[in-house]
C-alpha cells in the first residue's frame, strides 16, 4: 500500500483539520462539564445537570451566554494587547494538537493516509516552541488590563512558565535518548518496538513530565496565576464575555493537547497494549509492523478497524490524563508561591539532570553490551528508573522539600523554641 | 484534631490519601442536595411562610376585624380597615398584608381570637414587581396551602 498523495492527499489532509479542530473545540467543551460534573461528585453535589439530558447542553447555553454578554474593556486598558491576549492564548493550546499523532494509519481506495494533521519532523520540538508561546497571551492580557491583580497573575504565570519549562524539557531528554529522535509517530514506533510504553523505563521522567505539565498549564496545584483566593481571578479579572470565555477554552485546550501529549510519549499513543497487529510504520516508503530474525521488514496490514481501534485506545488514554488532571485539581490545595518556585528549582531540575545522567549511562552500558531494543531492554531501564523513581519519592517525602515557612522556622531552632515558649505563656 | 509536629508533615503521602478521599467520594457519593422544583424539602409543620386567610362555607373571611393582629405585628405591615354589616356583624373593609415587610413571626396568627388569619407553609412567592408582594384580601384567601401549626397538639410542653 501507498501513501496517500497528490490531490487526494490535500483532500485528506483539510478533512484530517477540519475534523480535529472541531473535535478539539468540542472535547474542550465538554471537558469543561465533565470538570464541573466530577468536582460536583467529589464533593457530594450534583453539578450542572439542569440543561438537556444529565446537562448535556450545558456547554452550549454556557456559550450562548458568554457570546450575548457585554463585551466590557477597562478605561485604562491598553486596548490593542488587551484583545491580543486571549487570542494569542488560545491559538498555541488548539494548534499543537496538529502534531500528535491519534490512530494507526487508515487505508483508503487513494492510498494509506496517516491520522495525524502534521507528521512534523521536528513535533516535539514544534510542540515546545508553542506551548510556551501560550503564555504570551496571559501575560499581555494581564498586563494590558491595566489592573493590579491581573498583573501579578500575569508576572507569576511567567515566572512559573519560566521555572517549570526547565524541567519539562529535561524530562523530555529522557524520552529523546530512548526514542532516538523528536518525530512524535516515530515514538509511538519506538515504543511498540520496546514492547514497553515509555512510562515504565521512563517512570521518573514520567512523573516530573506530568508535574511540570500540570505547572505549564496552570492548574492546581500550580494555579497562582488565578488565585482566587490572593488576586480575584489573577490575568483575567478585567475579562468579561467571550474574552473571557476565550481564556477558559484556551486553558481547557491546553489541558487536553497535553494529556494527549503525555498519553503519546509515555502511554504509546494509540498503540494498544499486548498486540502485535496495530504496530504500523513507514520505512523506506513501505509500512511495516517490524522485523524478522533476519532484520528483513515485515508488512503492515492497515485497516479501518484498527484504526477506530486504536483511535479508541488513544481517546481512553488521553481521557485518563485529563481525569487526572481534574482529579488533582479537587484534592489538592494551592502550593504557596515560594514553594513553587523552591519545587521547580531544587527539586525538579536537579532530579531531572540527574535522571538524563542515569538513563544515559544505563542506555550506554546497554549498548555496549548489545542488548537488542526490546523487551529486555526495557526493563533493565525499568529497574533502574524504578529505583530512582523509590529514592524520588522516598526524599520527597521525609520532608525535606516543601517546608515551607516553618521549615525556615524548624532550621533556625533557637527561634522556633522561643517562638513555642512565647506561645505556651501566652497561654 | 491532631496536626502533625510541624516541619514533619508528609506532602506525597498526604497528598495520595487526599486523592483516595476524593476518589471514594466521586465513586461512592454522598449525595445530599434536592432536586428542587421536583424534590423538595420536607417542611416543619411549625415552617411559617406566606399568610392565608381562613374562610366560612358561605366564602366569607373568618376575620371579625377586631384589629388584634395589625396591633401585634412588630413589622407593621397589616393593614386593616373594619366595617360593620347590617346584623351587627364586623368584618374586614380592606386587609391587606406586605409580605415583604413581614418577618414571619406567626404572632398574627397567635392573636387571632377566630383563627381566621394563619401563616402558612409554603414560600415560593416570588413577584415580578414589588406592589404585587402586598397581598390584599381576596387574594389571602385564594391560598391553598396547608396553615401552619403553631405548636404540636400531640406535645403538650410546646403549648
Same mark, same amino acid.
Given at each position: 500500500?501507498?501513501?496517500?498523495? #497528490?490531490?487526494?492527499?490535500?483532500?485528506?489532509?483539510?478533512?484530517?483539520?477540519?475534523?480535529?479542530?472541531?473535535?478539539?473545540?468540542?472535547?474542550?467543551?465538554?471537558?469543561?462539564?465533565?470538570?464541573?460534573?466530577?468536582?460536583?461528585?467529589?464533593? +457530594?453535589?450534583?453539578?450542572?445537570?439542569?440543561?438537556?439530558?444529565?446537562?448535556? /447542553?450545558?456547554?452550549?447555553?454556557?456559550?450562548?451566554?458568554?457570546?450575548?454578554?457585554?463585551?466590557?474593556?477597562?478605561?485604562?486598558?491598553?486596548?490593542?494587547?488587551?484583545?491580543?491576549?486571549?487570542?494569542?492564548?488560545?491559538?498555541?493550546?488548539?494548534?499543537?494538537?496538529?502534531?500528535?499523532?491519534?490512530?494507526?494509519?487508515?487505508?483508503?481506495?487513494?492510498?494509506?493516509? +496517516?491520522?495525524?494533521?502534521?507528521?512534523?519532523?521536528? #513535533?516535539?520540538?514544534?510542540?515546545?516552541?508553542?506551548?510556551?508561546?501560550?503564555?504570551? #497571551?496571559?501575560?499581555?492580557?494581564?498586563?494590558?488590563?491595566?489592573?493590579?491583580?491581573?498583573?501579578? #497573575?500575569?508576572?507569576?504565570?511567567?515566572?512559573?512558565?519560566?521555572?517549570?519549562?526547565?524541567?519539562?524539557?529535561?524530562?523530555?531528554?529522557?524520552?529523546?535518548?530512548?526514542?532516538?529522535?523528536?518525530?512524535?509517530?516515530?515514538?509511538?514506533?519506538?515504543?511498540?518496538?520496546?514492547?514497553?510504553?515509555?512510562?515504565?523505563?521512563?517512570?521518573?521522567?514520567?512523573?516530573?513530565?506530568?508535574?511540570?505539565?500540570?505547572?505549564?498549564?496552570?492548574?492546581?496545584?500550580?494555579?497562582?496565576?488565578?488565585?482566587?483566593?490572593?488576586?480575584?481571578?489573577?490575568?483575567?479579572?478585567?475579562?468579561?464575555?467571550?474574552?473571557?470565555?476565550?481564556?477558559?477554552?484556551?486553558?481547557?485546550?491546553?489541558?487536553?493537547?497535553?494529556?494527549?501529549?503525555?498519553?503519546?510519549?509515555?502511554?504509546?499513543?494509540?498503540?494498544?497494549?499486548?498486540?502485535?497487529? +496495530?504496530?504500523?510504520?513507514?520505512?523506506?516508503?513501505?509500512?511495516?509492523?517490524?522485523?524478522?530474525?533476519?532484520?528483513?521488514?515485515?508488512?503492515?496490514?492497515?485497516?479501518?478497524? $484498527?484504526?477506530?481501534?486504536?483511535?479508541?485506545?488513544?481517546?481512553?488514554?488521553?481521557?485518563?490524563?485529563?481525569?487526572? !488532571?481534574?482529579?488533582?485539581?479537587?484534592?489538592?490545595?494551592?502550593?504557596? !508561591? +515560594?514553594?513553587?518556585?523552591?519545587?521547580?528549582? $531544587?527539586?525538579?531540575?536537579?532530579?531531572?539532570?540527574?535522571?538524563?545522567?542515569?538513563?544515559?549511562?544505563?542506555?550506554?552500558?546497554?549498548?555496549?553490551?548489545?542488548?537488542?531494543?526490546?523487551?529486555?531492554?526495557?526493563?533493565?531501564?525499568?529497574?533502574?528508573? /524504578?529505583?530512582?523513581?523509590?529514592?524520588?519519592?522516598?526524599?520527597?517525602?521525609?520532608?525535606?522539600?516543601?517546608?515551607?515557612?516553618?521549615?525556615?522556622?524548624?532550621?533556625?531552632?533557637?527561634?522556633?523554641?522561643?517562638?513555642?515558649?512565647?506561645?505556651?505563656?501566652?497561654? | 484534631?491532631?496536626?502533625?509536629?510541624?516541619?514533619?508533615?508528609?506532602?506525597?503521602?498526604?497528598?495520595?490519601?487526599?486523592?483516595?478521599?476524593?476518589?471514594?467520594?466521586?465513586?461512592?457519593?454522598?449525595?445530599?442536595?434536592?432536586?428542587?422544583?421536583?424534590?423538595?424539602?420536607?417542611?416543619?409543620?411549625?415552617?411559617?411562610?406566606?399568610?392565608?386567610?381562613?374562610?366560612?362555607?358561605?366564602?366569607?373571611?373568618?376575620?371579625?376585624?377586631?384589629?388584634?393582629?395589625?396591633?401585634?405585628?412588630?413589622?407593621?405591615?397589616?393593614?386593616?380597615?373594619?366595617?360593620?354589616?347590617?346584623?351587627?356583624?364586623?368584618?374586614?373593609?380592606?386587609?391587606?398584608?406586605?409580605?415583604?415587610?413581614?418577618?414571619?413571626?406567626?404572632?398574627?396568627?397567635?392573636?387571632?381570637?377566630?383563627?381566621?388569619?394563619?401563616?402558612?407553609?409554603?414560600?415560593?412567592?416570588?413577584?415580578?414587581?414589588?406592589?404585587?408582594?402586598?397581598?390584599?384580601?381576596?387574594?389571602?384567601?385564594?391560598?391553598?396551602?396547608?396553615?401552619?401549626?403553631?405548636?404540636?397538639?400531640?406535645?403538650?410542653?410546646?403549648?
Amino acid at each position: 500500500m501507498e501513501k496517500v498523495a #497528490g490531490t487526494a492527499f490535500l483532500i485528506a489532509s483539510s478533512a484530517k483539520v477540519v475534523a480535529t479542530f472541531t473535535l478539539v473545540l468540542l472535547s474542550v467543551a465538554y471537558i469543561t462539564l465533565l470538570e464541573r460534573r466530577l468536582a460536583a461528585f467529589m464533593q +457530594d453535589r450534583r453539578g450542572p445537570n439542569r440543561v438537556g439530558p444529565f446537562g448535556l /447542553l450545558q456547554p452550549i447555553a454556557d456559550g450562548l451566554k458568554n457570546l450575548l454578554k457585554e463585551e466590557t474593556s477597562p478605561a485604562a486598558a491598553s486596548r490593542f494587547y488587551f484583545f491580543l491576549g486571549p487570542m494569542l492564548s488560545l491559538m498555541p493550546a488548539t494548534v499543537i494538537f496538529a502534531v500528535v499523532p491519534f490512530a494507526a494509519p487508515l487505508p483508503t481506495p487513494w492510498g494509506v493516509v +496517516d491520522m495525524i494533521v502534521a507528521d512534523l519532523p521536528v #513535533g516535539i520540538l514544534f510542540v515546545l516552541a508553542l506551548s510556551s508561546l501560550a503564555v504570551y #497571551g496571559i501575560v499581555l492580557g494581564g498586563w494590558a488590563s491595566n489592573n493590579k491583580y491581573a498583573f501579578l #497573575g500575569a508576572l507569576r504565570s511567567s515566572a512559573q512558565m519560566v521555572s517549570y519549562e526547565v524541567a519539562l524539557g529535561l524530562s523530555l531528554v529522557a524520552v529523546l535518548m530512548l526514542a532516538g529522535n523528536v518525530t512524535l509517530t516515530e515514538m509511538v514506533w519506538r515504543q511498540q518496538q520496546l514492547d514497553w510504553w515509555f512510562a515504565f523505563p521512563l517512570a521518573l521522567a514520567f512523573l516530573l513530565f506530568v508535574i511540570s505539565a500540570f505547572a505549564e498549564n496552570n492548574r492546581l496545584p500550580f494555579d497562582l496565576p488565578e488565585a482566587e483566593s490572593e488576586l480575584i481571578t489573577g490575568y483575567h479579572t478585567e475579562y468579561s464575555a467571550m474574552k473571557f470565555s476565550m481564556f477558559f477554552i484556551a486553558e481547557y485546550a491546553h489541558l487536553l493537547t497535553n494529556s494527549a501529549l503525555m498519553a503519546t510519549l509515555f502511554l504509546g499513543g494509540w498503540d494498544i497494549p499486548f498486540w502485535r497487529g +496495530d504496530d504500523m510504520f513507514w520505512v523506506g516508503g513501505a509500512l511495516v509492523s517490524g522485523f524478522d530474525a533476519t532484520g528483513a521488514p515485515l508488512l503492515a496490514e492497515p485497516a479501518w478497524w $484498527k484504526t477506530a481501534l486504536t483511535l479508541a485506545a488513544f481517546a481512553a488514554k488521553t481521557s485518563f490524563f485529563v481525569f487526572l !488532571y481534574i482529579w488533582v485539581r479537587w484534592t489538592l490545595p494551592r502550593f504557596r !508561591y +515560594d514553594q513553587v518556585m523552591h519545587l521547580g528549582w $531544587k527539586v525538579m531540575i536537579p532530579t531531572a539532570l540527574a535522571y538524563i545522567m542515569l538513563i544515559g549511562g544505563t542506555i550506554l552500558v546497554l549498548d555496549a553490551l548489545r542488548t537488542p531494543y526490546g523487551f529486555t531492554y526495557g526493563l533493565v531501564l525499568t529497574a533502574v528508573s /524504578l529505583v530512582a523513581t523509590g529514592l524520588f519519592v522516598f526524599v520527597l517525602d521525609r520532608d525535606r522539600i516543601i517546608g515551607g515557612a516553618d521549615l525556615t522556622r524548624r532550621r533556625s531552632g533557637t527561634e522556633y523554641q522561643r517562638a513555642e515558649m512565647i506561645v505556651a505563656s501566652d497561654l | 484534631m491532631t496536626r502533625p509536629e510541624p516541619g514533619r508533615a508528609s506532602y506525597v503521602r498526604a497528598a495520595l490519601k487526599g486523592m483516595a478521599l476524593t476518589f471514594r467520594h466521586l465513586v461512592n457519593p454522598h449525595k445530599v442536595t434536592y432536586q428542587y422544583p421536583e424534590e423538595r424539602y420536607p417542611l416543619s409543620p411549625r415552617w411559617r411562610g406566606t399568610h392565608r386567610m381562613e374562610v366560612h362555607a358561605d366564602g366569607r373571611p373568618k376575620c371579625v376585624a377586631c384589629g388584634l393582629c395589625p396591633t401585634v405585628c412588630p413589622a407593621n405591615c397589616i393593614r386593616l380597615v373594619g366595617g360593620e354589616d347590617d346584623n351587627g356583624n364586623r368584618y374586614p373593609i380592606v386587609y391587606e398584608i406586605d409580605e415583604f415587610r413581614c418577618i414571619f413571626c406567626g404572632m398574627c396568627q397567635e392573636v387571632c381570637p377566630v383563627e381566621a388569619i394563619h401563616v402558612g407553609q409554603h414560600y415560593e412567592n416570588a413577584e415580578y414587581s414589588r406592589d404585587r408582594f402586598v397581598y390584599d384580601l381576596d387574594r389571602l384567601m385564594a391560598q391553598d396551602h396547608p396553615v401552619t401549626h403553631l405548636w404540636d397538639p400531640s406535645d403538650p410542653r410546646t403549648e
